[in-house]
């Protein structure tokens, strides 16, 4: 993984490695922040972990590599203020669950499990996936979960429902060749949004509700920040 410095002509600020046994996949997402950076590494074995690479940037070393539990998937990443926040579904339940590490922690703590957050359930009849995605706020203390044609706006500490926000008549299905799909907070953590098969939808992350602006682009929209 390559860093790049945007202040300075886009000159390479680091170049991170770490070698990962993962069966047949690929890296299918990166998150960062100031501190860390993380690879989301996808397998394609079913019977294999997903897994999560994280660097520390001030040493440019690998601080942990985290896999998925048994019977679940990631598919979502993001960091923030020292914890690693993965989007995980697991299979036979279609449970989704925001599960939260450590990253603070030195030595064998780091990469440590410390919460578990509830987003609710899917149908996962047939193989098929909504569409998923997940943001955390600035400050971190808001988490935005998305499943299908909802997000779920949670207490990044307690799980606890801050507000809902419904997507009508797009479940993010169109356009996408993945599952997973972009979510966003504002810098102020006012307004949440996320893409949608048509463009852009921002909502209330206090209210939620329908969209309070939509945005329409001619092509699909494959990231957003």
């Given at each position: 993984?390559?860093?790049?410095?945007?202040?300075?002509?886009?000159?390479?600020?680091?170049?991170?490695?770490?070698?990962?046994?993962i069966a047949?996949?690929?890296?299918?997402?990166?998150?960062?922040?100031?501190?860390?950076?993380?690879?989301?590494?996808?397998?394609?074995?079913?019977?294999?972990?997903?897994?999560?690479?994280?660097?520390?940037?001030?040493?440019?070393?690998?601080?942990?590599?985290?896999?998925?539990?048994?019977?679940?998937?990631?598919?979502?990443?993001?960091?923030?203020?020292?914890?690693?926040?993965?989007?995980?579904?697991?299979?036979?339940?279609?449970?989704?669950?925001?599960?939260?590490?450590?990253?603070?922690?030195?030595?064998?703590?780091?990469?440590?499990l410390k919460?578990?957050?509830?987003?609710?359930?899917?149908?996962?009849?047939?193989?098929?996936?909504?569409?998923?995605?997940?943001?955390?706020?600035?400050?971190?203390?808001?988490?935005?979960?998305?499943?299908?044609?909802?997000?779920?706006?949670?207490?990044?500490?307690?799980?606890?429902?801050?507000?809902?926000?419904?997507?009508?008549?797009?479940?993010?299905?169109?356009?996408?060749?993945?599952?997973?799909?972009?979510?966003?907070?504002?810098?102020?953590?006012?307004?949440?949004?996320?893409?949608?098969?048509?463009?852009?939808?921002?909502?209330?992350?206090?209210?939620?509700?329908?969209?309070?602006?939509?945005?329409?682009?001619?092509?699909?929209?494959?990231?957003?920040?």
């Open positions: 993984v390559r860093l790049y410095d945007a202040a300075v002509s886009l000159q390479v600020r680091a170049t991170l490695v770490a070698s990962v046994e047949d996949g690929y890296v299918s997402e990166l998150a960062l922040d100031e501190t860390f950076c993380a690879a989301r590494l996808k397998s394609n074995d079913p019977a294999r972990p997903d897994k999560a690479v994280v660097w520390d940037l001030d040493r440019g070393v690998v601080a942990c590599t985290v896999s998925s539990p048994a019977g679940a998937t990631f598919h979502s990443a993001a960091i923030n203020d020292g914890t690693l926040h993965l989007l995980a579904l697991y299979g036979e339940s279609g449970k989704v669950q925001v599960l939260q590490h450590d990253l603070a922690s030195s030595g064998s703590g780091a990469g440590k919460r578990k957050v509830k987003c609710g359930s899917v149908s996962v009849e047939g193989g098929a996936l909504p569409r998923l995605g997940l943001a955390v706020s600035p400050s971190g203390k808001r988490l935005a979960a998305r499943i299908g044609g909802v997000i779920k706006v949670l207490d990044s500490d307690t799980g606890e429902k801050v507000a809902k926000c419904k997507i009508r008549g797009d479940a993010g299905a169109a356009n996408f060749d993945s599952a997973v799909c972009p979510v966003l907070f504002s810098t102020d953590a006012a307004l949440v949004g996320t893409v949608t098969s048509t463009g852009l939808a921002l909502f209330d992350a206090t209210e939620g509700g329908k969209a309070r602006h939509t945005a329409t682009a001619r092509g699909a929209i494959t990231s957003a920040s």
